[in-house]
């Protein structure tokens, strides 16, 4: 990965080409075939498989072929509580929520909260505690089913997670993370070791059920080294490899082609952003627009480029028709920049305060989700 | 360490020269000015330190100015449960629980389940665990305070050691823990992240305690590369420094310069041998005779090298002056090996008939001295 972009779990830099990362992580295009076979499934195809932002997978297939024989599966996501939830962190947990609705599977949901303090110099583990339980409310405001969610944070389930996590930890040399994930020696001890955990809420299903059961990982495709190391070890400690979906990075607002990211945190619109917040941050966005209202009016945008309209496309706005309505109109320059942005401010505020409702009321019942020791 | 013995937690080889050990390790020798502050302190002074089988120390000063002013501190020593129980591991169990006796100490009793794991290829997690239950018999059968100790395995007190664990890691390196324990890249994660749980003990009583508490540690030698990594990292968690003693390896049946090692059971007495085994293994113990009886009677035998002295002066003659009268005998040729191998398996399989006896009591009140999340 040395011609322009980098994709680790702890960094995404660059121009990022999806197909080549599918080629270079070895994983599988999510195709036509497969999309049918969802779609036959679930009868629906999600907004996230029709427009390719869900676009890769490893052993989907399997996972189909269980559902289509009846047999029951796992989810399993995470989120390393660095910060708040902005709303990249949010585009494969609504995807996560979307298969749990058509199939009724259990999800376990992991809040690392010793990787981002292993991870974060400024952080203690008091602090990424703390977010861990501000990120939670996000997750139960989408709408997981309780008596099918299971969240935990790394420090609170410790005494379930460390007996697997230790058995892949056997398996797992410094070479290999040295190699998969670029530690070096002056990486700190935590660091190094906690791989091991990120993979075990992936075998934690079989040792509930007392027998091999299959396991889906939607997450990032930033996430994937983790998942290649953890299908490295499965067959050795006997248990079935996780299955994983991956989807493409939300974008900044500053262009389609950045990824949202907290430490620039005017650049990405968080789940608790004031309404005035948000829309300012909006407003600032970069797009596809000429250098000129006239100029644009000539030649037209490039939504390809822009972010504003990335935010449609990843979650603002579900009806593909339009979407495609709104890149022509764009490209012929029928529509300004400012127009495009007031129109997705009005969404997005739209989303936030229901949201942050949603978030509230989260708080009364969160106990009926989170698992400890 | 080149010259012709190594010693790391984890292999121990050479004829040990513990002078030398103690410059490279940079801790102190326990003194006659120490061994004076004791004797006043404690009334007695226990035959490891008179004898200086617990012959360094590192801030042992400090332990005792507290006790001098009524301050409290706790104990910690430990074991990693890869096997039956042998003398070398109840030598400084025997010394912890003479300070506790002294002092009124509580005691926290770390074993290492997972440490074992990692490190030993052919064992199970499950077969660390069960071990480490057997050990623990052996340590209640020493005759420990129950309301004063707190035993407990790694993998079920790993929610309150984790969160601590997880602060000593990411204050450690690869390169620090390749420097200390000579661990390589070869090496498995989990083995790489260890060392941070041997230190978390010494930094719980801190913790309970809500303010800095000393803690004495007393060791075998081999350990100290742990505490010399937990001590440098204490005063950046703002914990304080845990003092040490350390004790000398308990030779083997081979040879007065060699340690009692679990993988070779032929050589060692565990407190689990039946007498008749026990007997046996003196029986076959290298000696310091002579080639012959003749020989020997003529120009005496060399309690130096002598394993079966080993064993008296470690544990099975408490009374010096008979001690030092046997020694006599024996280079004057006055005593054969046979004799001498005779009387100390009788005080061995004493030892052992009221040990297993005590041992199988142990079954009845062990919940009263483990602890669990």
């Not at 203690?124 to 997750?139: F, G, H, P, S, V």
């Not at 945190?265 to 789940?271: D, L, Q, R």
Request: hydrophobic residues 35%; proline residues 5%; aromatic residues 12%.
């Amino acid at each position: 990965m040395d011609e322009g972009f980098r994709v680790t779990p702890w960094e995404v830099s660059g121009r990022v080409d999806y197909d080549r990362l599918i080629q270079e992580f070895g994983t599988s295009k999510i195709d036509s075939c497969l999309k049918e076979r969802l779609q036959k499934n679930f009868g629906e195809l999600h907004q996230y498989l029709r427009r390719d932002i869900f676009f890769s997978h490893r052993d989907l297939d399997i996972i189909l072929t269980d559902f289509e024989e009846g047999k029951k599966f796992y989810l399993y996501t995470g989120r390393g509580p660095s910060g708040h939830t902005h709303l990249g962190h949010i585009l494969p947990w609504i995807f996560t929520r979307y298969i749990q609705e058509k199939t009724g599977s259990v999800l376990l949901f992991q809040l690392t909260d010793d990787e981002k303090f292993y991870f974060k110099e400024e952080m203690t583990l008091e602090d990424t505690r703390k977010m861990a339980y501000e990120n939670i409310l996000d997750i139960i405001a989408l709408g997981f089913q309780p008596d099918k969610t299971r969240i935990f944070l790394d420090t609170e389930y410790i005494k379930t997670l460390y007996p697997v996590a230790a058995k892949v930890a056997k398996k797992i040399t410094f070479s290999t993370v040295k190699a998969v994930f670029g530690l070096e020696n002056s990486n700190n001890i935590g660091e190094i070791f906690y791989t091991s955990l990120q993979s075990t809420p992936a075998f934690l299903p079989s040792v509930f059920e007392g027998r091999d059961t299959h396991v889906l990982i939607p997450c990032g495709i930033d996430q994937d080294p983790h998942f290649r190391v953890c299908r490295d070890v499965a067959p050795k400690l006997g248990y079935p490899k996780p299955a994983l979906v991956h989807c493409k990075l939300f974008p900044s607002l500053m262009g389609a082609e950045t990824k949202m990211s907290a430490s620039l945190p005017e650049t990405s619109i968080f789940t608790t952003d004031a309404p005035k917040v948000a829309k300012k941050k909006i407003m600032n966005a970069f797009t596809g627009g000429a250098v000129s209202v006239e100029e644009q009016r000539k030649h037209g945008g490039n939504p390809d480029v822009c972010s504003v309209f990335a935010y449609y496309q990843f979650m603002f706005e579900p009806d593909d028709a339009k979407l495609g309505e709104r890149s022509t109109a764009c490209r012929a320059g029928n529509v300004l920049c400012g127009e495009c942005k007031q129109v997705l401010a009005e969404r997005v505020i739209e989303f936030l305060k229901a949201h942050q409702e949603k978030r509230e009321k989260a708080r009364a019942i969160l106990e009926k989700f989170v698992v400890r020791d």
